[in-house]
C-alpha cells in the first residue's frame, strides 16, 4: 500500500503498530483462529510466524512525503512449502486450520477493512486506542 499520512517520520511507527492489529484482526474474524502480535511487525499463529509488515518511507524529519506498507501473509502453503529449518518457526493459515485452503480475495478484504479502520484512528489522532489493542496481543516470549 502507498499512503500519504500527515506525519512526522518518527511517528510512522504508528502505521506499523495499527497494521499488525489491523491485520491480526483480519485473520482472526476471517478463519476464527487466536493471532498474536510478535513485537514489533510479525503475526503469529499457534507460536509460529504467519505474517510480516514492513514499512518504507521518503520524507523529511517534519513531514513524511509517502510510506510504503508491506504486508506478507502466508495463507495457503502446507508444511513441505518452507524449508526444513523454518518449518518450526513459520506456519500458513491453512496449515493452523487443519489443511483448509482459506480464500486468499476474502482475506486480503478483510485486511484492508481493517487497515482502513486503524488508519483513519490515526488520522482522527487517536493512536492511543490502536496502540493500546496492539500491546494486549502481543506474544509473550517468556513462557
Not at 474474524?29 to 505474517?51: R, S
Not at 504486508?71 to 493452523?96: C, H, M, Q, W, Y
Amino acid at each position: 500500500m502507498l499512503l500519504r499520512p500527515n506525519l512526522r517520520a518518527q511517528d510512522v511507527t504508528q502505521l506499523t503498530v495499527a497494521s499488525g492489529a489491523a491485520i491480526r484482526r483480519a485473520i482472526e474474524t476471517t478463519t476464527g483462529l487466536p493471532a498474536e502480535i510478535k513485537w514489533p511487525n510479525d503475526i503469529l499463529l499457534a507460536g509460529k510466524k504467519v505474517a510480516g509488515i514492513l514499512t518504507e518511507l521518503k520524507g523529511e524529519v517534519d513531514q513524511v512525503g509517502y510510506v510504503i506498507l508491506g504486508i506478507g501473509v502466508d495463507v495457503n502453503l502446507n508444511s513441505t512449502d518452507f524449508p526444513g529449518d523454518l518449518r518450526k518457526l513459520a506456519t500458513s493459515v491453512k496449515i493452523e486450520s487443519g489443511g483448509k485452503a482459506m480464500s486468499r480475495p476474502s482475506l486480503a478484504v478483510a485486511a484492508l477493512q481493517e487497515l482502513d479502520v486503524d488508519y483513519a484512528r490515526i488520522r482522527a489522532g487517536n493512536f492511543e486506542e490502536v496502540a493500546d489493542e496492539w500491546e494486549k496481543a502481543l506474544h509473550d516470549d517468556r513462557s
